[in-house]
């Protein structure tokens, strides 16, 4: 087991290393808009979520899903069953006919049972979606453009250890802060200021976390249970309590159950992950 969570450490290193070179922090409409069908499954699940949903970003993905349906590859099938069950969260009744039209296809059977149970939560609308009121293509390329000029936001070159941790938390890393969250849960990693940024990273998110975020949070629960620190029992009883999600309900709730109880509790916005990225951001 420990030398697991020493290769862990390792990966860890290496993921902050190659993290720092992209922008990790992509808004739904460039992930819409990115011709690429893993970043268009995250933007469905988070716009599912409840967040950065309206009128434009929805019209995107039922052009996506117009555009893809008909001959869709089996590795696409599940990205746009999400298409689905999005677009059906929006409670807007322009997307009903497409919905239907899809249900009523020769669509992969998947796809097809996601539209019907997504028609049907949607009421009658008079305006109506068309495949081709948007050109996906521009939309696409013009996304290209932006992100070509973009300068990613890199981390100094001098910073130590834990300077790199909190930087890469305060970006948003999920899968370096997974590896964090592992190296407490094998009781490798114990310093508060880390600790205390993924708690505010947990807080941030886990009330309407999106499914690609889950497993995550979930680790962060599971390692702070490991912590016998009462600074974080209110974190978890709260997060056991208001998250939208069974996995980190399940170990945020067996976390709160091992932690002590203390007075001196965390508290959400003591670490402002801005100025940390103000702080440690290479110039």
Not at 171 to 189: F, N, R, V
Not at 215 to 232: Q, S
Request: proline residues 2%; positive net charge.
């Amino acid at each position: 087991m420990k030398n697991i969570f020493q290769s862990l450490s390792i990966l860890l290193v290496i993921s902050l290393s190659v993290s720092f070179a992209i922008n990790v922090k992509a808004n739904v409409y460039q992930q819409l808009t990115s011709n690429d069908l893993v970043q268009v499954k995250l933007a469905a699940q988070t716009m599912y979520a409840g967040r950065e949903v309206n009128r434009e970003n929805a019209d995107i993905l039922a052009e996506i899903l117009l555009s893809k349906y008909e001959n869709a590859l089996t590795t696409e099938v599940d990205t746009l069953a999400w298409a689905c069950k999005t677009l059906a969260a929006t409670k807007d009744g322009r997307y009903r006919d497409l919905l239907i039209r899809i249900a009523q296809s020769d669509a992969p059977k998947k796809l097809r049972k996601y539209a019907k149970s997504s028609y049907k939560q949607l009421p009658e609308g008079a305006d109506r979606y068309k495949k081709g009121t948007l050109d996906l293509a521009a939309l696409q390329n013009k996304e290209t453009v932006r992100a070509s000029k973009v300068e990613p936001i890199l981390p100094k070159a001098d910073l130590n250890k834990k300077e790199r941790m909190l930087f890469t938390i305060a970006k948003g890393d999920l899968g370096s802060i997974k590896h964090m969250a592992q190296t407490i849960y094998a009781k490798e990693e114990t310093d508060t200021d880390i600790t205390d940024a993924l708690s505010e990273f947990l807080l941030i998110h886990y009330k309407d976390s999106a499914e690609y975020q889950a497993d995550t949070l979930a680790w962060i629960c599971r390692g702070f249970g490991e912590l016998d620190n009462g600074r974080y029992t209110q974190v978890m009883e709260l997060v056991s309590e208001k998250t939208n999600h069974i996995k980190i309900r399940r170990y945020a709730n067996s976390a709160y159950k091992d932690l002590p109880k203390a007075e001196n509790s965390y508290v959400k916005g003591t670490v402002n992950f801005q100025e940390i990225i103000e702080k440690y951001k290479a110039i």
